[in-house]
């Protein structure tokens, strides 16, 4: 069973950028749709971003534009790169495989805060 384990989160200026990494301990190679989620407190999990093993990608409204999302399956990680971070960027973001994918345990996340 795959599992994963985020990081690169921190505390940020609005503005600022981070670049969010997901490892898997497995091959990520057999899922086709890998995606990153946020969930903020008192709030839903959401779909932000999500990219097929094809390159084909989609993101949530409320990123486009700001964020850039890659796997490298020969490494078995993902990315999320973040620019122009607001306030309401504030959350705990997830990978996990996305759509028909989304079969896997969450892992711990990784914080990001956006605050002056």
């Known amino acids: 069973q795959v599992q994963f384990v985020e990081s690169g989160g921190g505390l940020v200026q609005p503005g600022g950028s981070l670049r969010l990494s997901c490892v898997a301990s497995?091959?990520?190679?057999?899922?086709?749709?890998m995606g990153w989620y946020r969930q903020a407190p008192g709030k839903q999990r959401e779909l932000v971003a999500s990219?097929?093993?094809?390159?084909?990608?989609n993101y949530a409204d409320s990123v486009k534009g700001r964020a850039t999302i890659s796997r490298d399956d020969a490494k078995n990680t993902m990315y999320l790169q973040m620019n122009s971070l607001k306030p309401e960027d504030t959350a705990g973001y997830y990978c996990?495989?996305?759509?028909?994918?989304?079969?896997?345990?969450w892992g711990p996340g990784t914080q990001v805060t956006v605050s002056s």
């Open positions: 996990n495989g996305a759509g028909g994918d989304l079969n896997y345990a």
């Open positions: 497995g091959s990520i190679f057999s899922i086709y749709n």
């Open positions: 990219i097929t093993a094809g390159g084909h990608i």
